[in-house]
Each structure stands twice: as structure tokens, then as C-alpha cells.
């Protein structure tokens, strides 16, 4: 079995200790001391107001922290059921502390989460991220409902978001899954999402011990799981608030990782996805609400030099990659005025899925193909930004379907690109 | 008098045929090996080829941009470029060995010569070649990080990294095959340590303002207000 590789000796016996699970919650740490307890704490409350029956673990599988986060999981406790309008727990609440090996990537503690749920033959799964400051005992419910009571295999998140938060997800992976994949999976990487059993099973062979990892997992999770035909749905968890010292990396790395992850799904599930038609619409569990969330700070003018200066200095690179007519389409976006300046839908689906189809036939290398739209996806953002400064949730909304149903109106045209050549 | 003029005549032309009937057997045989050695390479050029389809040299030779500097220089694809070396460097192998049959002393010396010269012929050209593509690829790579970091002169430096290491390649193959090699390590010496004695001097006396500009920027709290507050993921 994987999990004897995955498992360390001390973490089995600590398992075996615990016995067979319904409810297993991983809480994946690294140097996140100010907000693992929070999280902890919200695992905790979660199992005691939702599943007071069940029996329950947390999995806390730790990448080598520094900063004491280990002894913060370890000694967080809830004590003031009253106040906090639970019972007092039926069953003991377990919690185990691991290291795991490899250091602090997100693959390895997955896979271990994952192993530990295949051992403990845990019904229902979720993983929670630490860094959040949001985390309720609602999450938990929301989480792990779908797949404990309606026999979902995968939930996926639903968070409440500002309208210019999640660019890259809203331009490119929302609508490109939906249109590719026919599954309209609004958070296709979402860090916080529940499984079945079984498809905690299925992908522990996916990320087999013997396998090398690979980035962007959560990705991969999604897709696999709709390719292999697990039933999906997305539930609503309010905001998504991150501690104040976070800061999400580099756009020069984050967008290679994210699309270039997309683009090997697409290549891998080729397959599937050629035939696949116009999506349904996923069942979406929790109460959704409105929420005024503070403006966000948009530097339109480096977006818009970074984009000038790309399309001008990357054209031998480019021509490769676009066909001519999006080529000089682009290229004439740079002689418009910053006030001016639009990246309609339509040419930006063209570029985007001139850029798989490329990538897929591997016609430059492909981190550089990758590096090579930064600037491009830097002067889409810039346009939609300003295209969507005073719309309201509702218009955004209808804004954003529109260029999802623009992606699906040309997945033809992507097919015919990704086609090898005669 | 004649007669010993006439009996010279003879004998030399006697010796000239004797000579000549004696090396046409030899021209037809190095004929013969040479007309032999051109479909061995023909054949040769033709393996290679397949075997470089097979390893699909001309995808990663687009990987890396060799494809596309092979064109800007008005030159055949790289696969085309290596077969036809490889067809030339077997056929001139043949063509020598034909004429070492000849039996001529001063011509096999040289021939023996070029032997021994034609590994390192081939090790230069593979250098220049490798190098070449990793000029290209670390150039564009330059370009791309550079742009994107919104990097002034991104171009600027990405071809200065291009020229540094394209002269360095041709330095390394040039000392492979031993061409003058005190004056290419003198003169690469002398260029490279001009190039950045220039730089050094134009950056810290004409750059100045721009380096601290530069600097305050990278390192300065103000710099890190200017950033978006936007999440792409």
C-alpha cells in the first residue's frame, strides 16, 4: 500500500491508536503560529456543533515550522462549550502532530492527509488552510456535510471575494476549466475543499510515493476529479481573509505554476475533454450573502508598461506562439491610450487558447512561453479592471459569465489548435 | 652527342610512363575510395538524420531558439546543418584516404595531420553549437525576467548577456582546435575585461544617480507602498 512509504512509524502507531474515523481534517502548517490555533480552534468547535456523533480527527502534518506552530496545535483546547453553544463531545477529539519529509510543500502534506484518511478509512475528508483568519466551525459543516450526508466526493469552495481579487482565476482558470473541463468550478484551486473516501483513495494512487510531485496539486485534484467522473459540488464559506503578513508570490511565478499546471491537465485529459459539450451547472450548498469588502489599491500604469514594453520586446517570441492576426491584434493594443485601452474577450480567449495549444506543441520552451504572457495577462487585468471600476456584484457577475461563455463559444477553435498539424 | 640526348629523352620518358602506368592503378583506386567514401557519407548523412528525427533534435532545437538563429543567419535548420557536417567530415575522411594511396611521403604527412585535427574540428563545432543555443535561451530568459520585472534596458541586457557568452563560446571552441591560442585567450581577456571596466566606469560615474534611484527603489518602505494590493489567485 502507498501509505506504508508515506507513513512514518510513529505516525502509524499514532493512527492505530486512534482506529477507525468518519471525519478526518487536515490542517497542513508551516511558520503560521498566529493563525494555526484560530484554525484549530474552528476544527474543534466544527466537530463538536456538526458531527457530535461521529468520530473525528485532525491531521496536522507540519513542513519543519520554526516558529512554534507545532506547541500552538498542540496545546490549542476548547473549554467554553456554553459560550460557544456546543455540547460537551460525546467522543474524544483526536489530533495528531506530524512531521512530514520533503519539506513544505503542499504535495507531500496532501499526501500524507490523504494517506492517514485511506488507513483510518475516514468517510469524509477537508483540508483547511492555516493561514487563514477567516476559518469558522461553519467551514468544517460546509466542508464535510456534502460528502458525509449527500454523498458528494468533492466539495470545492466558494469564498466571497472582491471583484479584483482572484484575477488570474476569473481571466483564465474558472472559465477555461468550465469550457475545457464542462464543469463550472468557480475555485478550481481552492486551498480549502473536502473528499469522499474513496477519491481521497483515488488520488493517494495518483500521488503515489513513488511518483515525483508536481505543482500546482490542487489543480490536478480538481480536474482528475471530474475526468474520472466523482460527483462534484461547491459549497459557500463567507470571506476568505488572510493573516496580515502574507504575501502571495510573484505574478512571474504564480502564473507560470497555475497556467502551466492547467495546460499539462489539458494535455494529459485530452481525451476527455474533446468531446466534452456545454457544462451543467454544480449543485452549491450554504447561505450566499452580499458583503462590502474594503477597495483594493491598482497600479493601472505598471500593468500597462509592463504590458507596452512586452508586446514591443517580445514579438520574435510571440510570433511563434500567436497566430498573425492575434499578433498584430495585440500589437496594436499598445498604441491606444492608457484611458482607452480595452483587451476584448474575444481576443483574449484567442490568446489564451493560442498559448495552450502552443504549449502543448511545445513550439519554445515552455517556461518561457509562460513568462511570455505575463505581460499579456498584465494588459488584460489592466482592462478589466477598468472595464469593471463601477459595476456593481450583480453586472460583474453577468460580466464575468460573458467571457466564460466566450471561452465555450471557441473551444472550437482551441481543438483546432491543439490538433497536430498535417 | 645525339645519341646520348636521344637515350636521356628515352629514359626519362621511359621513367615517366613507367611512372605514370604505375600510379594510374593508384588514381583509379583513390577514385574509387573517394566515389565509395561519397555514399558511405550520403548513407551516413541519411542515418543521422533519422536519428536525430527519432531524438526530436528539431523540437528542442526550436526549444532553444537554435531554429530561429539558424534562420535570422540565413542558415539551413540545424538537423540540415549537423547532417552536412557530418556528410563533409566523412567524405573529406574518404577523400584524404584516397589520396594517401597516391604513396606521395609529403601528402600523407598532412593527411595523417588532418586526422589527428579532425576530433578537435568536430568538439569545436559541437561547442559552438552548444554554446550558441545556450546563448539564445539565456538571453531570451534574460529578456523575459527582465520585462516582466519591469527592468529599464531589459533589451540592453539581454544582448549584452547574448554577446558575452556567444564570445566566450568562440573563445573555447577556437583554443579546442589550438588556433592561436595565446592571442584568443590575450584578446578575450582584453575584451572582457574592458567590457566590464566600461560598465563598471559608465555605471558608477555616469550611472550614478540612476543606481541609487535604483536602489532606494528596491530597498526603501516607499517602494513597497506603490505595489497593487490585487490577489491574482
Not at chain 1, 502564473?255 to 494529459?268: A, D, W
Amino acid at each position: 500500500m502507498a501509505e506504508d512509504t508515506i507513513l512514518s512509524d510513529d505516525l502509524l502507531s499514532e493512527l492505530i491508536a486512534v482506529g477507525e474515523v468518519d471525519i478526518l481534517v487536515g490542517v497542513p502548517t508551516y511558520n503560521h503560529c498566529k493563525t494555526a490555533g484560530q484554525v484549530v480552534r474552528a476544527v474543534q468547535v466544527g466537530f463538536l456543533k456538526y458531527f457530535p456523533r461521529a468520530r473525528t480527527v485532525l491531521i496536522n502534518p507540519d513542513g519543519g515550522s520554526t516558529d512554534g506552530t507545532v506547541d500552538v496545535v498542540r496545546n490549542t483546547t476548547v473549554s467554553d462549550y456554553r459560550t460557544l453553544m456546543t455540547s460537551q463531545p460525546l467522543r474524544t477529539l483526536h489530533r495528531i502532530t506530524t512531521p512530514y519529509s520533503g519539506g513544505p510543500g503542499r504535495d507531500h502534506a496532501l499526501r500524507t492527509i490523504f494517506a492517514a484518511a485511506d488507513l483510518l478509512r475516514a468517510k469524509a475528508c477537508a483540508v483547511v488552510s492555516a493561514e487563514l483568519q477567516s476559518v469558522t466551525p461553519e467551514w468544517i459543516e460546509g466542508l464535510i456535510r456534502p460528502v458525509y450526508k449527500e454523498q458528494f466526493d468533492l466539495v470545492t469552495p466558494l469564498y466571497h471575494r472582491h471583484k479584483f481579487d482572484g484575477l488570474l482565476i476569473n481571466n483564465v482558470v474558472y472559465p477555461m476549466v468550465r469550457a475545457v473541463y464542462g464543469s463550472g468550478v468557480k475555485e478550481p484551486l481552492g486551498k480549502e475543499f473536502g473528499v469522499s473516501g474513496r477519491l481521497a483513495k483515488a488520488l493517494l494512487e495518483g500521488l503515489g510515493a513513488g511518483q515525483p510531485l508536481r505543482s500546482g496539486i490542487d489543480l490536478r485534484l480538481t480536474t482528475s476529479a471530474i475526468r474520472d467522473g466523482y460527483l462534484l459540488c461547491q459549497t459557500f464559506l463567507g470571506p476568505k481573509i488572510h493573516a496580515p503578513n502574507y504575501a502571495e508570490a510573484d505574478l512571474t511565478i504564480v502564473l507560470p505554476r497555475v497556467i502551466g499546471t492547467l495546460f499539462e491537465c489539458m494535455g494529459t485529459d485530452e481525451a476527455f475533454w474533446f468531446s466534452r459539450s456545454v457544462p451543467a451547472p454544480l449543485p452549491t450548498f450554504g447561505f450566499q450573502y452580499d458583503l462590502s469588502l474594503e477597495p483594493v489599491r491598482v497600479n493601472r500604469d505598471r500593468m500597462l508598461q509592463v504590458f507596452r514594453n512586452g508586446v514591443r520586446e517580445f514579438a520574435s517570441i510571440l510570433s511563434p506562439i500567436l497566430s498573425p492576426a492575434t499578433l498584430e491584434a495585440i500589437q496594436r493594443l499598445i498604441d491606444v491610450s492608457d484611458a482607452d485601452l480595452r483587451f476584448p474577450d474575444e481576443l483574449w480567449v484567442k490568446t489564451i487558447y493560442e498559448f495552450a495549444a502552443s504549449y502543448h506543441h511545445g513550439v519554445i520552451h515552455r517556461d518561457h512561453l509562460l513568462q511570455a504572457l505575463v505581460p499579456l495577462y498584465l494588459g488584460r487585468t489592466s482592462s478589466f479592471v477598468a472595464e469593471n471600476l463601477g459595476t456593481d456584484s450583480m453586472e460583474f457577475e453577468q460580466r464575468l459569465e460573458g467571457l466564460c461563455l466566450e471561452y465555450e463559444r471557441l473551444k472550437p477553435y482551441l481543438i483546432e489548435r491543439w490538433k497536430p498539424t498535417t | 652527342m645525339t645519341e646520348t640526348l636521344l637515350n636521356g629523352v628515352t629514359q626519362t620518358l621511359d621513367a615517366a610512363l613507367k611512372m605514370a602506368i604505375e600510379l594510374l592503378p593508384k588514381i583509379l583506386g583513390m577514385l574509387i575510395i573517394i566515389a565509395i567514401g561519397w555514399v558511405i557519407a550520403i548513407v551516413v548523412r541519411l542515418v543521422v538524420r533519422r536519428l536525430l528525427s527519432l531524438v526530436k533534435f528539431n523540437a528542442l532545437c526550436d526549444n532553444l531558439g537554435a531554429t530561429q538563429i539558424a534562420a535570422k543567419a540565413s542558415l539551413p535548420p540545424p538537423i540540415d546543418l549537423l547532417s552536412a557536417l557530418v556528410f563533409w567530415v566523412t567524405w573529406a575522411a574518404f577523400l584524404m584516404l584516397g589520396i594517401s594511396t597516391l604513396g606521395f611521403v609529403v601528402l600523407q604527412e598532412q593527411i595523417a595531420e588532418f586526422f589527428r585535427y579532425v576530433p578537435q574540428i568536430f568538439i569545436a563545432v559541437v561547442i559552438l553549437f552548444i554554446g550558441l543555443l545556450f546563448a539564445n535561451f539565456t538571453a531570451r530568459a534574460v529578456l523575459l525576467g527582465m520585462v516582466n520585472a519591469n527592468v529599464p534596458s531589459a533589451r540592453l541586457l539581454s544582448n549584452a548577456v547574448r554577446v558575452f557568452l556567444v564570445m566566450l563560446t568562440v573563445a573555447m571552441a577556437l583554443e579546442q582546435i589550438a588556433l592561436a591560442k595565446t592571442v584568443v585567450l590575450i584578446a578575450f581577456s582584453i575584451a572582457f575585461g574592458a567590457v566590464m571596466l566600461g560598465l563598471a566606469i559608465a555605471f558608477g560615474l555616469g550611472g550614478r544617480d540612476v543606481a541609487r534611484r535604483l536602489l532606494e527603489r528596491q530597498f526603501t518602505e516607499d517602494a513597497k507602498t506603490e505595489k497593487d494590493e490585487i490577489s491574482h489567485l
